[in-house]
């Protein structure tokens, strides 16, 4: 760490620096690091370009801009648990207002109504998509969601045991790793059937019953796409006095039963697909829904409706002692502020929507992802990896390396899916591919085409 080299990036001169050393009782900007072991230390000058003037810089970054490849320009049929779907401008232009831009965290209830108000609505329609009561206003994203949520299991029945299913989205699982390595919780991992992708239930009644468990962790549709049935789960996980805990598709429900009405215990989601933009993959926003019983265990902040001092109805976060900046080290979670912001794009999305126009995008991405299922497997030489029934993405198998071919449709400014073997090392032959609402039939038919030329090339 050389002083000299700082010139070139702070304001300050050499004077100010001197000052302010002084001023502290150090001598060099070197004693500041002195605990810091020699090895960990860079010993040579970053290696930066040379400084350039504003416009030359900005210049600069429009060209790297430009080496991107993106869903503008391209056609994209990547899911994995962010998903391009359109977004309304009104969505765009409501959360843009100043107002919501620039609010800050509600803690002065009666200059923050405006605030409180979204949050509440918020909570009010995840509620209602979900199925349960009380919703939390909101963690990061999907996968801390999750881990959050496996950990209210824990707290609520004073158990430290998790049984998780093995086809999760891999991320998701290892946030949840991440999150119980250091609370001594146990993880033991449930396979699926090997056919059609779905949670093996014998196999899972079987490791619920040897030790007391917390709770099942299950996500619905899964990794493979695969629509895991909630119902059977959770009668499983309450037959054996077992919590359920479902990670969920939040568009998918307008198609399927919510969670919450199959009694599942704790459901959790990733609200991307609601209003938010794939912004190469965050910010994002997480949600949990649950029973009014769990409520006080919830992470986050919860809005609720009380009586100000002339005793009419106002806005409030009424539970919060939960948080970090509260409970101090007693607190159930660190997550200590909200993505209220993306939470106002998830409200203004659905009710831009409505419930009719909601199941409309449902169906759309159900009804596309089929057309295009069955126009790839008729296909020679590929098949369907899992027979277990599909919303909108689906696993298939190829005659050849999905690299290959995703390598080819790239040429061709598609984005094909997700080669299988990011996260299943030994399974370079499958593809994912997702499909949403915002694909014409045209899309689909020049994907087909595309890909039909691939695979001849590669085989």
Known sequence: ????????????????????????????????FATIPSSLLLNQPLDLPARLPEWKLERRFREL?????????????????????????TVRTIASRGEFLTAYTPYQP????????????????????LGQPAVNCSVYDGATALAESSWMACRITGNKRLVVAANIWPEYQAVLETYMQGRGVEL?????EPTTGEIDLAAMTSLVAESPTAAVIAQSPNRYGVIESVAEITKCCHGADTLAVVSCYPI???????????????ICCEAQPLGLELN?????????????????????????????LKGEPVL??????????????????HICSNQALLALRTSVYLA????????????????????????????????????????????????????????????????GGIDFSEWEPSENHRLLIAVTEVKTREDLDQFVHHFQTALNAAT
Request: glycine letters at 10%.
């Open 188 to 192: 033991v991992i449930m396979p699926s």
């Open 316 to 333: 409030a976060l009424v539970k919060e002692e939960r948080e970090q900046h509260v409970a101090r080290h007693k607190a159930t979670s």
């Open 110 to 129: 009666e200059m923050s109504q405006g605030t409180l108000r979204v949050l509440h609505d918020f909570q009010t329609l995840m509620a209602k998509l």
């Open 252 to 266: 998918s429900l307008g198609c399927l039963r919510s969670p919450g009405s199959n009694d599942t215990d704790i």
């Open 352 to 415: 831009t929507l409505g419930e009719q126009g909601f199941r409309r995008i449902s169906s759309l991405c159900a009804a596309k992802a089929r057309y295009l299922y069955d126009k790839l497997i008729a296909i020679k030489g590929i098949k369907s990896a899992k027979t277990g029934a599909f919303f909108n993405e689906f696993l298939i198998n190829l005659p050849c390396p999905a690299g290959v071919i995703l390598k080819m449709l790239r040429e061709n400014q598609i984005f």
């Open 280 to 308: 190469a993959g965050g910010p994002y926003l997480g949600v949990i829904a649950t029973r009014q019983e769990f409520e006080l265990h919830l992470p986050g902040r919860l809005v609720g409706v009380c009586d100000n």
């Open 1 to 32: 760490m050389h002083a000299p080299e700082l010139i070139g990036y702070n304001v300050h001169p050499a004077s100010d620096r001197e000052s302010m050393l002084k001023s502290i009782g150090v001598k060099a900007i070197e004693d500041l």
């Open 65 to 89: 801009s430009g080496c991107n490849q993106t869903t503008h320009e391209f056609q994209t049929f990547l899911g994995g648990g962010a998903y391009e779907h359109y977004i309304p401008e």
